[in-house]
C-alpha cells in the first residue's frame, strides 16, 4: 500500500523514488495525550486520524529514533513529537516596472495607429435620401409582412388550443353522463333490493309461529293450548284480559 505523509505541505509518498531511505510512522492511537500534541503540531484542519495516516520521518529530529538491528525498521522513541515543517508559502517575486521610456514609445505608437485607421467624414451633400427612403419603407413593409406571419402563426397555435380543450371538454361530459347513469342504475338496484327485502320480511312475519297459524286447526289449537277450539280459547282469554294473558305459564300435563 502507497503511504504518503499528512503533514503540512508535505508532498511525500512512498512510490517516489526520492523517498525510499524516509521511514513512515503511524500516528500514536493508542495514547491519547501524545496524540493530541502530534496534532498540536501538524496544524491543520480536519487532520485524517486512523489507521492509514503516516507522518514521515523528516518532520523528527535525529534523536527522535531509535537505531535498528539487524534488519529491523526504524522506530520512534516514547513520546517523540514531529518539530520540522515548513507553514509559510512562498509567493511569486512580481514583475519588475517595465522601463517608462518603453511605456512611451508603445502609446505613441498606438495613437499613431489610431490616427491612420479614423473613419472618413460623411459628405451629406452626395448622399442619397431617396434610396435610404426607399430603403427604410422597404424594412417597415418587410417588418408588416413579419408580423402577420407571426399574427397568423399565434392564429393557428390559438385554433388548435381551442379545438384541443374543446374535444377534452365533450371527453369530460361524456364521462360525466356515464358516470351519472351508474349512479342511477345503483339507486335503483338499491330501491328493488329494499323492496324485495320488505316483501321477504312480510313473507316471514305471515310465516312466523302465532295463534293466528294454528286458530283454524282445532287439532294443533288443543295440543298448544288445551282448548277445545278457539272459541273457548278467545273467551278465556277475554274474561282474564289480553294482557294479563301475556303472563300465564302454561303446562301440558296429561291425567
Known amino acids: 500500500m502507497v503511504k504518503h505523509c499528512i503533514a503540512f505541505g508535505c508532498q511525500n509518498r512512498s512510490s517516489k523514488a526520492e523517498c525510499k531511505d524516509l521511514s513512515w510512522h503511524l500516528l500514536p492511537l493508542s ?3 501524545l496524540l493530541a500534541q502530534w496534532l498540536v503540531k501538524l496544524r491543520r484542519e480536519n ?3 486512523n489507521k492509514n495516516s503516516y507522518v514521515c520521518s523528516q518532520h523528527f529530529e535525529a534523536n527522535c529514533f531509535i537505531k ?17 515543517f515548513i507553514f509559510t ?46 430603403g427604410m419603407e422597404t424594412v417597415h413593409l418587410e417588418s408588416e409582412g413579419l408580423f402577420q406571419i407571426v399574427d397568423k402563426n399565434w392564429e393557428h ?3 388548435l388550443k381551442n379545438n384541443e380543450i374543446s374535444c377534452l371538454l365533450e371527453k369530460w361530459q361524456t364521462k360525466e353522463r356515464e358516470l351519472n347513469q351508474k349512479i342511477q342504475d345503483l339507486e335503483n338496484q338499491l330501491e328493488e333490493e329494499r ?4 316483501e321477504l320480511e312480510l313473507l316471514i312475519e305471515k310465516k312466523a309461529f302465532s295463534i293466528e297459524t294454528v286458530k283454524e286447526n ?12 278457539y272459541e273457548v280459547f278467545s273467551m278465556v282469554l277475554d274474561f282474564l284480559g289480553r294482557e294479563t294473558a301475556d303472563h300465564l305459564d302454561y303446562q301440558n300435563t296429561e291425567i
Not at 92 to 117: C, F, G, V, W, Y
Not at 195 to 198: D, G, H, I, L, V
Not at 219 to 229: Q, S, V
Request: glycine content about 4%; aromatic content about 4%.
Open 195 to 198: 323492496s324485495a327485502r320488505k
Open 157 to 159: 397555435q390559438l385554433q
Open 31 to 33: 495514547n491519547k495525550n
Open 218 to 229: 282445532d287439532k294443533l289449537l288443543r295440543f298448544y293450548t288445551g282448548f277445545e277450539n
Open 89 to 134: 508559502v512562498e509567493k511569486p517575486k512580481r514583475k519588475e516596472p517595465a522601463d517608462r521610456a518603453t511605456l512611451n514609445t508603445k502609446k505613441t505608437k498606438i495613437e499613431k495607429s489610431q490616427q491612420h485607421s479614423a473613419p472618413e467624414p460623411i459628405n451629406i451633400e452626395n448622399t442619397d435620401f431617396k434610396s435610404v427612403s426607399d
Open 47 to 49: 487532520t485524517p486520524v
Open 68 to 84: 535498528p538491528m539487524g534488519g529491523q525498521r526504524i522506530r520512534l522513541k516514547p513520546d517523540s513529537l514531529p518539530i520540522k
